[in-house]
């Protein structure tokens, strides 16, 4: 198993991480989230710092805002190197 994929798994393993790529669907600011997941604007900013330092989201700045969307070709990279290991 490499590194890549361990590191992988440790992001993705975290509850909170998984429901926010879910929101990730479309595009959203951490304000959003927040709400959204009823956690701390703190809390939610923190895991979107490790998904995007992940790669797993994207982050792209709008005005005043940043808005977030979820990385769909790396997950699915991700995945499939993690199925094939695994199978």
Same mark, same amino acid.
């Given at each position: 198993?490499?590194?890549?994929?361990? *590191?992988?798994?440790?992001?993705?393993?975290?509850?909170?991480?998984?429901?926010? $790529? *879910?929101? !990730? =669907?479309?595009?959203?600011?951490?304000?959003? !989230?927040?709400? =959204?997941?009823?956690?701390?604007? *703190? !809390?939610?900013?923190?895991?979107?710092?490790?998904?995007?330092?992940?790669?797993? $989201?994207?982050? =792209?700045?709008?005005?005043?805002?940043?808005?977030?969307?979820?990385?769909?070709?790396?997950? =699915?990279?991700?995945?499939?190197? !993690?199925? *094939?290991?695994?199978?």
């Amino acid at each position: 198993m490499t590194k890549e994929m361990i *590191n992988f798994t440790k992001v993705i393993g975290e509850p909170t991480r998984l429901r926010i $790529i *879910n929101h !990730l =669907k479309k595009d959203c600011c951490v304000g959003d !989230l927040w709400e =959204k997941l009823n956690l701390p604007q *703190n !809390l939610v900013s923190h895991h979107l710092r490790v998904l995007r330092e992940a790669h797993l $989201i994207s982050a =792209k700045k709008q005005g005043k805002r940043v808005v977030y969307k979820s990385n769909v070709e790396v997950i =699915k990279r991700d995945l499939e190197k !993690l199925t *094939n290991y695994l199978i």
